[in-house]
């Protein structure tokens, strides 16, 4: 199994410029979930997806979009990037969002100049 | 509202135990949990305890609950350079979707 993927590995963007990041899952997991790693800051939830089709969001949602069309995909959308959203991302999943441990994505550096 | 607090640096000699601390301020957290990030690397689970136990070893790894100060702690004995590393402590909340929220991490530096 691959476990969770995420692509790319790194960006740069221009403000104002669009990008999804990528990722996917291959445990039939039903719980997934995008964070932001700042220094000093530990994770911060963006948004997650208890199910195909169900999405809420997190702790910093704003500039952000999410879809979950596949039990498998997740991907994030940043529509306007501003150099506020420099950080790294991460996507975790869960088999369930109760107790199960969070299964890392390898992250996804990105900077916007 | 939900908080988590850990210290962000810790320095241990090779062969000491190295004690991380955390404190958390909802109660209604079920799991609380301590993953490891090595450099360049995701957050991997290290342990975890549930919330109506006091303590759990696993090999070099003791993880002590005090749930009336909501107190979390790791400690790992016999450090050795492969613990360096970022140490995240987390807890998954029983309610508003089962979020699971983190501490800012705790960078552990081992010298030889």
């Known amino acids: 199994n691959a476990g969770v993927t995420q692509t790319p590995k790194f960006q740069v963007l221009k403000t104002g410029q669009s990008m999804t990041l990528q990722c996917a899952q291959d445990?039939?997991?039903?719980?997934m979930s995008w964070y932001r790693q700042d220094p000093g800051m530990g994770l911060r939830l963006i948004h997650y997806?208890?199910?195909?089709?169900?999405?809420d969001q997190g702790e910093v949602p704003n500039g952000y979009n999410v879809s979950r069309s596949t039990t498998e995909d997740f991907p994030l959308r940043l529509l306007s990037a501003a150099p506020s959203q420099t950080s790294v991302y991460f996507c975790?999943?869960?088999?369930?969002?109760?107790?199960?441990?969070?299964?890392f994505g390898s992250g996804t550096q990105l900077s916007v100049l | 509202g939900e908080d988590v607090e850990q210290s962000l640096f810790l320095s241990v000699r090779e062969g000491d135990s190295s004690v991380i601390n955390c404190t958390y301020t909802?109660?209604?957290?079920?799991?609380l949990y301590w993953y490891k990030q090595e450099p360049g690397a995701g957050l991997q689970l290290l342990t975890y305890?549930?919330?109506?136990?006091d303590m759990k070893q696993d090999q070099r790894l003791t993880v002590l609950l005090n749930k009336k100060d909501k107190h979390l702690s790791l400690r790992i004995a016999d450090t050795q350079t492969g613990d360096s590393a970022i140490y995240f402590c987390?807890?998954?909340?029983?309610?508003?979707?089962?979020?699971?929220?983190f501490g800012a991490g705790t960078r552990l530096f081992v010298k030889a």
């Open positions: 975790a999943s869960s088999f369930d969002r109760g107790r199960e441990k969070l299964f």
């Open positions: 445990m039939n997991h039903e719980y």
């Open positions: 997806s208890v199910g195909a089709g169900i999405t």
């Open positions: 909802d109660s209604s957290s079920t799991y």
């Open positions: 305890i549930f919330s109506n136990m």
């Open positions: 987390a807890e998954r909340l029983n309610t508003g979707g089962f979020k699971t929220i």
